[in-house]
């Protein structure tokens, strides 16, 4: 009986500890339209920092690749470009 228990707590402590690995980080990759010169990447990544969640992004060209907490949706990325007068697309 004891150590049934003991197995079953492991057990659970196994799942909760993979289901918060499953929900860390995902990265999200965008493309980004309008951006025409020097001071628009660096624009389009301070906004998507804005983002809650989001942990860090980068901007190269016309990509962004995003790393955030598994519950940023991808609309939040694109909306937070938008509102800095860019377009973006997420790139599967
Ligand atoms: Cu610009």
Redesign the pocket.
């Known amino acids: 009986m004891q150590k049934q228990l003991v197995m079953a707590t492991i057990g659970v402590l196994a799942l909760v500890f993979s289901v918060t690995v499953w929900a860390g980080e995902r990265t999200v990759n965008l493309k980004v339209d309008g951006?025409?010169?020097?001071?628009?990447a660096p624009?389009a990544k301070k906004a998507v920092e804005k983002v809650n969640g989001v942990k860090s992004a980068n901007v190269e060209g016309d990509r962004a690749t995003v790393v955030a907490d598994e519950t940023v949706q991808d609309a939040d990325l694109v909306k937070a470009i938008a509102g800095v007068g860019f377009s973006a697309t997420v790139v599967h």
């Open positions: 951006m025409s010169c020097a001071m628009c624009a």
